[in-house]
């Protein structure tokens, strides 16, 4: 999976990534979602991610935490496996099945 923010990713991106593309970027190939978002769009946007945050620190602050530390590790072994990817040590297969799990 591509490490660069959602948002950023062109129709392109998500074919590559073989994951469905919004409806937006099928009409607009060459923008990001992000380019074509409105500023009502990136305030519901902002204000909905910000939303499941809070909500979810609110209901378990130590389980939160606990979450950000494991999404943390999860990321870390994520760029190992591209790491070993780039110098040809694991296959790409390999990453796509563990993406896929997740």
Do not use: C
């Not at 602050?61 to 979450?67: A, M, N, T, V």
């Amino acid at each position: 999976m591509q490490k660069r923010p959602l948002l950023s990713w062109k129709l392109n991106d998500y074919l590559k990534n073989e994951i469905d593309p919004p409806e937006i970027l099928i009409k607009n190939p060459a923008e990001t979602e992000g380019e074509l978002m409105s500023e009502d769009e990136i305030k519901i946007w902002f204000s909905d991610n910000v939303s499941t945050l809070l909500t979810l620190k609110g209901v378990d602050d130590k389980l939160y935490k606990e979450l950000l530390e494991l999404l943390e590790l999860l990321e870390l072994f994520r760029t190992n496996l591209h790491y070993l990817e780039k110098i040809g040590l694991i296959e790409k297969e390999i990453i796509k099945d563990f993406e896929k799990t997740l």
